[in-house]
């Protein structure tokens, strides 16, 4: 049998998730103790390709289920067959035993290809139907254990999914509950976690994925492409803040609230409130994530580097050690923003327009191409101003050089499918490359900042914090000629639209 399903996940307090369950209505629940092991090859085939193969046994029942995340933070193919009970013979299942609609072709292995168990998952699940406004959707509250490899973690969520009726009420329905509870929207799924238990990983980083526009597609279709890969982009780099404090899922994270905002902005003109709403979110969580970000830069690249010039000197020991102090009240406020009710809500509202559209308000019939070249246009020429005279501007015009930038080649991303050819490829080379150039300028500005203020609270810092100081502005004059023929051979090229 084949289905596609829809689903939002909840993680909190255990006791939280039982009054949210409870919360919902519904009638009388069904109790069930679902034993799931889950297969792959000894390489991880299947769990590159981006699917899960498991068997799950309720009681003497047993079935074989595929699945794969289709991408927009909510969907799941799933492509489940039934199997006889188990004997000793045929207890690993085989892709033959797949319904006929699986898609066996797509994973590149043999139908008797043989596969190993990785890592089992034993819950007991407590369900019921209840309706959220015209959605009717099946609530399951799930508590038990993962364990793989001699390793073993806990489980304990709530799931809603979608059985009929609209989307948006299953989603009004889930943000109902964060009101009340204190909750957060899950986005690891079993196999995900099981996964990392079994390799003894943390949740990776997430990059950004290119939104594939079409020009037949309608500006609030467009959007929606867009809004999905944001979703996705942030939904994925919330477990690697969380779970391991990744300086690279800080970083992600806030490139996928960059690309969001810009979107918003670039279609501003037929946009309604609910884009100056997730804007105005979005806004939000970047400021409350930039300190954490500026740290990790200030550690992980500036104070590396300053100390191979700076061998052994003790005042900069003393600023790295104030620096980790501050990054790690700065993680930790991140990982508070994350779990917040607010931004929770934000991550529903994002799912929602991903899945539904519904931001345009003004002028939705126009042609794509024709709204995406006007307003690149308009973005190309504010950079052009901002970035004139560029070779004799100073730091802070440079930083709103960085800026528009910035918002010129998410555009540039968003609307290179829209104007097919190589010129697309080039201009967006040289975006990415000057973006880059400025980047650095401005970790060095951000970085003398932050010095300057560790070694005033702390006077044995201030001597390391000079020579922060003095790395950087060589930092800058080294990188200046290349950083002028950057821009000079981007002026040189003819937009691509």
């Given amino acids: 049998m084949s289905t596609v399903e829809i689903e939002v996940k909840f993680t909190g307090p255990g006791d939280e998730l039982s009054a949210a369950f409870d919360d919902l209505g519904g009638g009388r629940p069904a109790r069930e103790r679902l034993l799931t092991t889950y297969y792959d090859t000894p390489e991880g085939h299947l769990r590159r390709l981006g699917y899960a193969l498991r068997i799950r046994s309720r009681g003497d029942a047993r079935e074989l289920t595929l699945k794969r995340d289709e991408g927009d933070g909510l969907t799941r ?69 993962i364990s793989a490899g001699g390793r073993e973690t806990p ?13 948006g009420d299953m989603l009004a329905g889930a943000r109902e509950l964060l009101e009340k509870r204190r909750l957060a929207v899950g986005t690891r799924s079993k196999a995900a976690t099981g996964t990392d238990l079994l390799l003894g990983t943390s949740p990776p980083a997430v990059r950004a994925a290119r939104a594939k526009l ?7 279709g467009a959007l929606a492409k867009v809004v999905r ?32 905002r810009s979107a918003l902005l670039f279609l501003e003109p037929h946009l309604g409130s609910g884009a100056a709403a997730l804007n105005r979110e979005a806004r939000r969580a970047l400021k409350r994530l930039g300190p954490a970000r500026d740290l990790d830069v200030l550690l992980l690249e500036t104070l590396p580097a300053v100390s191979d010039a700076n061998p052994g000197v003790p005042s900069l020991l003393r600023l790295r050690d104030a620096a980790r102090e501050r990054r790690d009240a700065a993680h930790a406020s991140a990982r508070k923003l994350i779990l917040g009710r607010r931004f929770n809500r934000f991550v529903l509202d994002l799912l929602q327009v991903a899945h539904s559209g519904g931001l345009v308000a003004r002028d939705a019939d126009e042609p794509l191409p024709a709204v995406a070249r006007r307003r690149l246009n308009k973005r190309y020429r504010s950079l052009m101003k901002v970035g004139k005279n560029f070779e004799r501007l100073g730091e802070p015009e440079r930083h709103r050089v960085r800026i528009a930038l910035k918002k010129l080649r998410y555009a540039c991303d968003y609307s290179r499918s829209l104007f097919p050819g190589p010129a697309a490829g080039s201009c967006l080379r040289h975006l990415s490359s000057l973006q880059d150039d400025l ?37 800058v004059r080294s990188a200046e000629p290349g950083l002028v023929e950057s821009w000079r051979t981007f002026v040189a090229a003819e937009p691509f639209w």
């Fill in 155 to 167: 489980v304990a969520e709530l799931e809603l999914e979608l059985l009929s009726g609209p989307v």
């Fill in 229 to 260: 890969a944001a979703s996705v982009h942030v939904t994925g780099n919330l477990a690697p803040v969380l779970e391991a404090g990744d300086p690279e899922g800080i970083h992600q994270l806030r490139v996928s609230l960059r690309r969001l």
């Fill in 439 to 475: 980047g650095r300028l401005n970790d060095a500005a951000v970085a003398r900042q932050i010095s300057g203020e560790l070694a005033a609270a702390d006077p044995t810092a201030a001597d390391g914090a000079s020579r922060v100081r003095d790395w950087c502005d060589e930092h």
């Fill in 77 to 145: 193919g799933e492509w489940t067959s039934p199997l006889p009970p188990t004997t000793r013979d045929d207890a690993a299942p085989r892709l033959d035993q797949l319904s006929a609609e699986a898609p066996v072709g797509d994973l590149g292995l043999a139908e008797s290809v043989a596969l190993n168990p990785t890592f089992l998952t034993d819950i007991e699940r407590t369900k019921r139907e209840v309706r959220t406004g015209d959605a009717l959707v099946e609530a399951s509250l799930d508590t038990g254990h």
């Fill in 214 to 220: 079409d020009s037949a597609d309608s500006i609030d």
